[in-house]
């Protein structure tokens, strides 16, 4: 099974500033034969089911404002968000898909206004 | 657009079977998709429970396999989820989900069902 670990647990950040969030992958997720990173990022704010933000690790998904990016590659990833706002407020989810046995997810990050 | 809807009874008791059923409308469960259930327990993170493909083929949650099934109705253009031998630790919101993980330019899950509570308790 694949482990993903997050860090931080929760963030504070304020408004307009950089946030942060770090995924770390047990085995690496980058898939050889296509050069490309099996890991997706997911926001879920309270009562909703979650949004999918970015896959292949950095490609946005369409209607996503450019203010969220993913990079990273292998077994270390991170999403930036570029300048906070308000809306921005949630629990952030990585996951893995290039294990078909358990597509597991991290254990989330709390994001919140400083 | 295609969108999911999760039905099934709220209530379960202890070692009874939980059922649900994930409606899809806007679109075909026969296109190169994916389709998956999800949960999440009171106040925790995302589990994700298995897979189904319109030819049959599943995926399980290692940890939950010897209790899940996953199937599906193309007549209906639905997908069902059986977990059964339930305790409170399958207490959650279920999500069913559209995985774009057949396609070859693009992947995610993209398309969400809005969830439904199922509660284990005698």
């Known amino acids: 099974d694949i482990v993903m670990t997050q860090s931080p647990d929760s963030l504070a950040v304020s408004l307009g500033e950089r946030a942060t969030i770090n995924c770390k992958s047990s085995?690496?997720?980058?898939?050889?034969?296509?050069?490309?990173?099996?890991l997706a990022w997911y926001q879920q704010k309270p009562g909703q089911p979650p949004k999918l933000l970015i896959y292949?690790?950095?490609t946005r998904e369409s209607g996503v404002p450019d203010r969220f990016s993913g990079s990273g590659s292998g077994t270390d990833f991170t999403l930036t968000i570029s300048s906070l706002q308000a809306e921005d407020v949630a629990v952030y989810y990585c996951q893995q898909y290039y294990s078909t046995l358990s597509h597991t997810f991290g254990q989330g990050t709390k994001l919140e206004i400083k | 657009q295609v969108q999911l809807q999760e039905s099934g009874p709220g209530l379960v008791k202890p070692s009874g079977t939980l059922s649900l059923t994930c409606a899809v409308s806007?679109?075909?469960?026969?296109?190169?998709?994916?389709w998956s259930w999800v949960r999440q327990p009171p106040g925790k993170g995302l589990e994700w429970i298995g897979e189904i493909y319109h030819s049959g083929s599943t995926n399980y949650n290692p940890s939950l396999k010897s209790r899940v099934t996953i199937s599906v109705d193309k007549s209906k253009n639905q997908f069902s989820l059986k977990l059964s031998s339930v305790t409170a630790a399958d207490t959650a919101v279920y999500y069913c989900?559209?995985?774009?993980?057949?396609?070859?330019?693009?992947?995610?899950?993209?398309?969400w069902g809005q969830g439904t509570t199922v509660t284990v308790s005698s």
């Open positions: 806007g679109g075909s469960i026969s296109s190169s998709n994916w």
């Open positions: 292949w690790a950095s």
């Open positions: 085995q690496s997720v980058l898939y050889s034969s296509n050069n490309k990173n099996y």
């Open positions: 989900a559209r995985d774009r993980r057949g396609q070859l330019l693009s992947a995610g899950m993209d398309v």
